[in-house]
């Protein structure tokens, strides 16, 4: 008898998934879960951003999802073969439910499912007007009373936030409000963006000059509008900034610069929010139905209190506020913290003559970027993958069909690789002084940016200068406090300075939340970023997922999105379904509410 087919695998195993959610046989499908099992939900039958882990959980979600949801015509994609390889057969599906269609993936071992990833991809009748359903743009025939394109896109701008209100209001114009923007104007969802900055692109502009992606292109697109083929592999900083200004030019965003949020206070009776902004010296009121802070995870500084911070006769910056090395030739300067903004500095600085010393208070892990873009990121995000028929939607599915309790499973293996082969370079900086790690686990990069979005350089040629001392290292000692002229660290050292640079890294996003609308709802929210790993800064119980991230909050209608720029591409296509259909009025079930279990 001919061996079935990884096709055959998938195909039974669908029919009978199918059939049993069509039942409403919650053991049926129970049942076709092995005991070790994972079912990562975004938003199609959760109307949230869920994991599932194991068949209690499997049927306790079904129990009170299936009903109302009502999955139907499961049928494997045929233009995505299932593949198999290590006693693991992989698949795609598409499906629908009452109010939408959606896709997903699975993993089988033994005839039983392991993993299942289900995502939404449209709301039926509310689908985007792309393919063959794009606008025509052009009026044919004869009208006197006519309006241009741009008449009607000016006429639109005007009024909106004025003679009409917006549905969502996006506070924060970076690369997160930016694409959520062009996804909710898809979906035709009345959007005002708020940035406080002068153009679009600004929070990159005005950043240190020689900061740049670390993030290859491949991993980096935007919706809708990919960056071309020739765009550099770590794009520039100016770069970035007029893509983001010509993106929200081309998508037609209403994007309010020179903005900035003064207060914001929801109302339970009327269901919407009260936003008070300044635009170019006027006050504004707008009435949104939502509010959205996209001001990015590392958007509120955080910046130490040290004693002898007000005697300090030199200059103090967090890193956000650094200018770059122009005026700091032959100046002394010490730079608090060794992660990316603090190599990056203090590179830049040396380059430009400073006479610079890192501050390493902690271990830090360290990827060499060569490294990273050929163990790490090859397979999905590189030229090699998009040569092999990989695409950047189908290579965020696979990353997102990892349940995060198993990822480190796959991720440890890749940085043991990236480790052994690098072995020299770890050794000298080892040999330098410097503090490395590679995650409480031994998972490296992604895992510890997931869990708390710190700790962690991606090298792109500063560890040579720390290696051969251009760049001078102290590490193992926190700062005591600062005189006129110097920092003083714990151990007694004393670093003369003219400048302090605190790369400290941000805060958590509610701390916004606290600033712009009260901390008794900051504090109701909780903690914004982390999967509750029980691992430095990111503090248990387990969550499965972002604390609070993109999906609904404790409080009502105010939700968060950012994160890096796959982050913001490839979640903003949820967060911007969820608003739509609420715009609608289409039920929205939310099943497991993200709870609270630490303030910030």
């Known amino acids: 008898m001919l061996e079935e087919s990884p096709n055959t695998r998938i195909d039974t195993v669908l029919t009978k998934l199918g059939k049993a959610l069509e039942q409403g046989n919650i053991d049926g499908v129970v049942n076709l879960f092995q005991a070790d099992c994972y079912w990562r939900d975004l938003v199609a039958f959760t109307w949230n951003l869920k994991t599932m882990e194991g068949q209690d959980q499997i049927r306790d979600m079904l129990t009170s999802q299936l009903a109302a949801i ?27 439910t009452e109010v939408a269609r959606g896709y997903g993936h699975m993993r089988l071992k033994n005839g039983l499912i392991w993993t299942l990833l289900t995502t939404m991809t449209e709301l039926k009748g509310h689908e985007e007007p792309k393919g063959l359903r794009r606008p025509l743009g052009a009026e044919h025939g004869h009208d006197p009373e006519r309006k241009t ?44 963006i708020i940035e406080r900055n002068e153009r679009p692109g600004d929070s990159w502009r005005k950043r240190y000059k020689s900061l740049c992606l670390h993030d290859p292109v491949w991993y980096d697109h935007l919706p809708y509008i990919p960056f071309p083929e020739n765009w550099p592999v770590f794009a520039p900083k100016d770069k970035i900034g007029d893509w983001l200004e010509m993106y929200t030019k081309v998508m037609e965003l209403n994007y ?67 200018p770059g ?17 603090a190599h990056d500095i203090c590179a830049a600085l040396w380059e430009g003559g400073a006479d610079v010393t890192m501050v390493q208070r902690s271990s830090t892990h360290i990827v060499r970027s060569d490294t990273l873009m050929e163990i790490g990121l090859g397979d999905l995000y590189s030229e090699r993958a998009v040569a092999a028929g990989m ?58 940016y997931l869990r708390r979005g710190s700790g962690y350089y991606i ?19 926190d700062v005591s406090h600062l005189t006129e002229d110097a920092v003083v660290l714990k151990d007694g050292t004393v670093l003369p300075a003219d400048l302090v640079v605190y790369a400290t890294g941000y805060g958590s996003m509610n701390g916004w939340a606290a600033d712009l609308i009260s901390r ?15 691992t430095p800064k990111d503090p248990g119980p387990w969550e499965g997922e972002q604390r609070n991230m993109w999906k609904p909050t404790q409080q009502e209608a105010l939700w968060f999105h950012g ?38």
């Open 520 to 534: 008794q709802v900051a504090d109701k929210v909780g903690k914004v970023w982390g999967l509750g790993s029980d």
């Open 149 to 192: 394109w741009k008449e009607k896109r000016d006429a639109e701008a005007a009024e909106l936030g004025h003679g009409t209100q917006p549905y969502v209001v996006v506070i924060g114009g970076g690369q997160g409000g930016i694409a959520l923007g062009a996804r909710l104007r898809q979906l035709g969802v009345p959007t005002i």
């Open 325 to 341: 090395p122009d005026a700091y030739r032959g100046k002394k300067v010490v730079v608090i913290g060794s992660n990316n903004s």
């Open 70 to 96: 009502k999955p139907a015509r499961l049928r494997q994609d045929e233009k995505e073969p299932a593949t198999g390889a290590d006693g693991v057969t992989e698949g795609w599906f598409e499906f629908e």
């Open 391 to 448: 695409t950047t939607r189908k290579a965020d599915l696979i990353f997102a069909s990892l349940p995060y309790r198993i990822m480190h499973e796959f991720q440890i293996p890749l940085y043991e690789k990236m480790r052994e082969r690098d072995a020299k370079f770890y050794a000298d900086l080892e040999k330098a002084g410097f503090l490395l790690d590679w995650g409480a686990d031994g998972s490296g990069l992604f895992l510890k």
């Open 256 to 322: 309010w610069s020179s903005t900035t949020c003064k207060s914001a206070q929801y109302d339970e009776a009327a269901k919407e929010w009260t936003v008070v902004v300044d635009r170019n010296g006027e006050e504004v009121v707008l009435r949104p139905k939502q509010l959205v802070l996209a001001t990015g995870m590392s958007g509120k500084p955080n910046i130490p209190k040290l004693e002898g911070q007000d005697i300090f006769k030199g200059e103090q910056q967090h890193s956000s506020q650094h």
């Open 459 to 477: 090298d792109v040629g500063a560890c040579d200068l720390v290696i051969d001392g251009s760049i001078k290292l102290k590490s193992g000692s």
């Open 563 to 600: 994160g890096n720029l796959h982050q913001s591409r490839h979640y903003s296509q949820y967060l911007s379904l969820q608003l739509k259909a609420r715009a609608e009025g289409i039920p929205t079930p939310v099943y497991g509410l993200q709870e609270r279990h630490h303030l910030s």
